[in-house]
């Protein structure tokens, strides 16, 4: 990792695994689409909440996966790039599709936040990845430039984000995990 003016991390799974059962998560936004009397327009967790702005849920359904985050980040578990990333001599920032908040309750659980010099989360600039933006927002809170920067994670959305924002990639582990 040597050679770059920044370092972004994802959150889930790259430097801690946050608590969360994502199928309560799904079944609680299902519910908010029903409190409304509107079907919920798919099952898929991140689509239900990238259609909230057509059903005008949105508030609803970002408090209901955030509640969930909040809760999971608290009790987190530190995964071992956490490590890496408190060995780090240039600026680190966190980019991650869970809102800023509960990135910042797992960043202070993990006694991280020290290490961390920008965090952007789902809800921090009003889109999130794979869109590209937030990842150059953090890189720019980090005052470096894309091609000087890497971005670490775990999922192939975050390698998506990487190529779209044209930002070296390198994945934690094996490969990519889920979403």
């Not at 409190?35 to 967790?45: F, S, T, V």
């Not at 702005?53 to 359904?61: N, P, R, S, Y």
């Not at 989360?121 to 890497?150: C, F, M, N």
């Amino acid at each position: 990792m040597t050679g770059y003016d920044a370092i972004v991390y994802d959150l889930d799974g790259t430097l801690v695994n946050l608590d969360v059962d994502w199928k309560a998560v799904a079944n609680d936004v299902r519910e908010v689409y029903r409190r409304a009397n509107i079907e919920p327009p798919c099952d898929g967790l991140w689509d239900m909440l990238e259609m909230a702005t057509d059903a005008g849920l949105v508030t609803e359904v970002e408090s209901a996966i955030a509640a969930h985050e909040h809760d999971g980040a608290r009790t987190s578990d530190r995964l071992p790039h956490a490590d890496e990333l408190l060995e780090q001599s240039v600026p680190s920032g966190v980019c991650s599709l869970n809102c800023e908040q509960a990135c910042r309750i797992a960043l202070d659980e993990h006694a991280l936040e020290s290490a961390v010099n920008a965090v952007v989360g789902r809800d921090t600039i009003g889109t999130w990845k794979p869109d590209p933006e937030p990842l150059l927002a953090t890189i720019r809170e980090l005052d470096a430039h894309p091609q000087r920067a890497l971005f670490v994670g775990d999922s192939m959305r975050d390698r998506r984000t990487a190529k779209r924002a044209n930002v070296d990639f390198e994945y934690v582990g094996e490969g990519p995990s889920g979403v």
